[in-house]
């Protein structure tokens, strides 16, 4: 529910991608967002506003004459209610009459009369969006501080392949979200290790953590919609970079190591949740080991570097937060590791509490004390913890 009492004019015009506008209605809902839907006459020939009254459980008004409103001025009321305008999908057409400031139908005037912060999905084909005179008007509403949320690059509707696509509805969801985030971080630097770490025994077995790099995820995505500027550097996991995130592949801890020590000297903050494997095999084989070639092989272990605490030490280094996973005496553990490794903020958790899964439960150690977290997914505890961090650091 991170859009909770945000109120949304959901502007739809007229271009095939208004199907998707159906399915945004429904994410930004999800969200705990308030949607208003204000369609142009083209929108209602792709889909019909009884599509987006059922999704939105809110009459759609498509007509400036609309005599639901007692005064008549429904450009006025809609977008006076408003913590935004998300026009989406935004056709050519429309964006020529957002730079005009027209007021020709019920949401050009809404636009021309609101007092809240636009955004724009563009949408259409390629040439469209190429073409200078729509380049010009991209321009202008970039002047005139309205945000334009993509377009994307891709397979058309009319066949053809390029710039034009909207961005996917789940990606205007997650824009919104960092749009009305708290930017208590705007400008720092921000660097982060997640995920497991994968240490080689022969090409195709290794030693690693069990770590699904949810809580990294969430947090770089977290610091992302508070303003920072995110490198993460990821062991193995499954899934995409948060928007806006800069990533860094990497497999082994010396990997990890040799990202996270090249950028630390740039960063204001370091935050280490990777799962890293505390000994990497010593005598790796090249080749794959074959069961029959006599007897159990020996697997040699030497200790891998503790990332964190060598970057805790750097002369002039960044503020460092750690994880600390355990599976008891957690505030014992965490302290002992707070001060073991010289920093000045450890996030520590029991790993039955959230191991793998999308709820957690956390407990901040810091000079000030303990500060236990109410369980709630990651994403929210990571938005706390961020808070957290900008508020020891003197940023909020
Ligand atoms: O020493 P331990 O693994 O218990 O400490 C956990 C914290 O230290 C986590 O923040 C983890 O990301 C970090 N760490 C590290 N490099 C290691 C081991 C742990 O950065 N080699």
């Given at each position: ?191 982060l290790t997640a995920g497991p ?12 953590n069990l770590s699904s790099g949810r809580m990294g995820y969430a947090l770089a995505r977290a610091a ?8 993460l550097?990821s062991g193995?996991v499954?899934f995409?970079?948060p ?28 935050i280490a949740v990777a799962a ?45 937060v750690g994880f600390a996973a ?21 996030a520590g958790n029991l790993i039955?509490d959230g191991f793998g899964g999308d709820d957690n439960r956390l ?10 977290l109410?369980?709630a997914p990651k994403s929210v505890l990571a938005r706390q913890l961020i ?10």
């Amino acid at each position: 529910m991170e859009l909770q009492g945000k109120s949304i004019v959901l502007g739809v015009t007229g271009g095939i991608a208004a199907y998707k506008a159906a399915e945004l209605v429904r994410l930004l809902r999800k969200q705990g967002a308030d949607v208003q839907v204000a369609m142009t006459e083209g929108a209602t020939h792709f889909v019909t506003p009884t599509t987006f009254q059922a999704l939105s459980g809110k009459p759609v008004f498509t007509d400036q004459w609309d005599a639901r409103m007692p005064n008549a001025m429904a450009h006025i009321d809609l977008s006076r209610q408003a913590d935004c305008i998300l026009v989406a999908p935004a056709s050519a057409d429309f964006l020529a009459r957002a730079v005009q400031g027209q007021a020709d139908d019920l949401l050009a005037t809404m636009v021309l009369a609101r007092d809240c912060p636009l955004l724009v999905a563009p949408a259409m084909n390629r040439q469209m969006w190429e073409n200078p005179a729509t380049r010009r008007n991209v321009a202008q509403l970039l002047a005139d501080g309205v945000s334009i949320l993509g377009p994307d690059s891709g397979e058309q509707a009319c066949g053809e392949v390029g710039a034009g696509r909207m961005m996917e509805p789940e990606e205007i969801v997650e824009s919104m979200i960092a749009f009305f985030a708290a930017k208590v971080l705007a400008g720092k630097k921000v660097l982060l290790t997640a995920g497991p770490t994968f240490e080689a025994i022969d090409p195709v077995r290794g030693i690693t953590n069990l770590s699904s790099g949810r809580m990294g995820y969430a947090l770089a995505r977290a610091a992302r919609q508070a303003g920072a500027e995110v490198t993460l550097v990821s062991g193995p996991v499954g899934f995409a970079a948060p928007q806006g995130v800069d990533r860094i592949n990497v497999r082994s801890a010396l990997d990890m190591h040799r990202a996270v020590m090249a950028h630390a000297g740039k960063a204001d903050i370091f935050i280490a949740v990777a799962a890293v494997a505390d000994y990497r095999v010593a005598n790796s084989a090249e080749h794959k080991l074959k069961k029959d070639s006599g007897g159990i092989p020996p697997i040699e272990l030497i200790e891998n570097p503790d990332i964190l605490a060598e970057v805790a030490a750097l002369p002039d280094g960044p503020f460092c937060v750690g994880f600390a996973a355990e599976s008891r005496n957690l505030e014992e553990y965490a302290q002992t590791k707070r001060r073991k490794k010289k920093i000045p903020l450890i996030a520590g958790n029991l790993i039955q509490d959230g191991f793998g899964g999308d709820d957690n439960r956390l407990v901040l150690f810091d000079d000030a004390g303990v500060h236990p977290l109410a369980p709630a997914p990651k994403s929210v505890l990571a938005r706390q913890l961020i808070q957290h961090i900008a508020h020891l650091t003197g940023n909020n």
